[in-house]
């Protein structure tokens, strides 16, 4: 008869047996009594350091995984369900992107299943709309949030924008829910420039004055009330975006990658309820 030993391995032989496969793996070593022990602390030692070095693989593995997820949170699109809203909760949000002498008589769309529906008719031109973040950059800085399922930015197009910026929401959109990757919606969106993005009209401009606007996962998601105005790709410097103490930023986003669309941004000093809204840009 032999002795039962038992010690952390992940080594397994024709003198072993697996009792666990958690990473620390106990497993019973059967030791003939006509072992020497010199010969039965070799066996110990050589499955010890078989164990010891699948551990320091294991955990090597785990790290870059939790390095990779730190890096990139949202690696991919999440369920649809996530991204969708409540109807009404969803015309309310739109509409509070915009003052309420301008949004109560705008269209409001909502997204669905198979794409923005339009939920309320509305007579003015105004089309109020909450974007979800694939409508964010495709690289760069905030690139890694495309694929957040909590991001939420209700705007107000203006009859302009209505006709020659909003298409892009809808068409980046239909990609999305087709199932497409990041990449595959930058192919089809360089695609719908050349072939059906319409002309983009002389004062095209929105507004994005929602105190309930959640554009990032930080401490303040809702960032400011800010109205947004688009022209073709240009040099900033011309409207002084991003200089110091100007008030005006230009959006990182669209900037002929792969829409050939800036956005510059102006914040409005107050919400659309008519509440100071005194936040400064950094």
């Known amino acids: 008869m032999g002795r039962l030993l038992l010690f952390p391995a992940t080594h397994e032989n024709n003198r072993t047996s697996v009792i666990s496969s958690a990473p620390f793996i106990c497993i019973g070593l059967l030791i003939p009594q006509e072992e020497s022990l010199n010969q039965m602390g070799q066996k110990i030692v050589a499955v010890i350091a078989l164990g010891t070095f699948a551990?320091?693989?294991?955990?090597?593995?785990?790290?870059?995984?939790?390095?990779?997820?730190a890096k990139e949170p949202y690696p991919s699109m999440a369920p649809l369900d996530q991204y969708l809203m409540d109807r009404n909760a969803e015309i309310a949000m739109a509409r509070s992107a915009a003052p309420e002498a301008i949004s109560r008589d705008a269209d409001v769309l909502v997204l669905g299943r198979h794409g923005y529906e339009t939920a309320v008719k509305g007579k003015n031109g105004f089309v109020c709309v909450v974007d979800r973040n694939w409508m964010g950059q495709f690289e760069g800085e905030g690139a890694d949030n495309f694929w957040n399922p909590k991001g939420r930015g209700p705007l107000c197009f203006n009859p302009p924008a209505a006709r020659s910026i909003l298409p892009i929401t809808i068409k980046r959109t239909e990609l999305v829910l087709a199932?497409?990757?990041?990449?595959?919606?930058?192919?089809?969106?360089?695609?719908?420039?050349?072939?059906?993005?319409?002309?983009?009209e002389p004062g095209?401009?929105?507004?994005?004055?929602?105190?309930?606007?959640?554009?990032?996962?930080?401490?303040?998601?809702?960032?400011?009330?800010?109205?947004?105005?688009?022209?073709?790709v240009m040099d900033g410097s011309v409207w002084g975006a991003d200089l110091p103490h100007s008030p005006v930023m230009l959006h990182p986003h669209f900037r002929g990658n792969p829409e050939p669309i800036d956005e510059f941004m102006v914040p409005a000093g107050w919400w659309s309820d008519g509440t100071p809204d005194p936040v400064k840009p950094n």
């Open 55 to 69: 551990l320091v693989i294991g955990l090597g593995e785990l790290r870059q995984a939790q390095a990779q997820e």
């Open 179 to 200: 199932g497409q990757s990041k990449a595959q919606i930058f192919e089809g969106m360089k695609a719908f420039v050349k072939q059906g993005l319409p002309p983009l």
């Open 204 to 232: 095209a401009m929105s507004y994005m004055m929602s105190k309930e606007q959640h554009l990032n996962d930080g401490s303040h998601p809702n960032w400011m009330a800010h109205l947004m105005f688009y022209t073709p």
